[in-house]
């Protein structure tokens, strides 16, 4: 796969993650967090990742609120 593609399922992966967690099931959290760090490579190259997801989806549902 090349970059982009890598990109994208790492991006879905991790807010599914970010789903699962605010619906209380952290151990499917984990296990998709974990899941989408083979395509990011390194730890520190997810959670950078996570926090834009993160910050994304909190600004998108405060728009909705």
Do not use: C, I
């Not at 990109?7 to 499917?28: I, N």
């Amino acid at each position: 796969m090349n970059h982009n593609a890598n990109e994208y399922w790492g991006t879905l992966l991790l807010e599914m993650a970010h789903d699962a967690r605010e619906d209380g099931d952290f151990p499917t959290a984990e296990l998709l967090t974990a899941a989408a760090m083979k395509y990011y490579g390194e730890a520190d190259r997810v959670a950078v990742r996570w926090r834009k997801v993160e910050a994304r989806l909190d600004q998108d549902t405060s728009r909705r609120a």
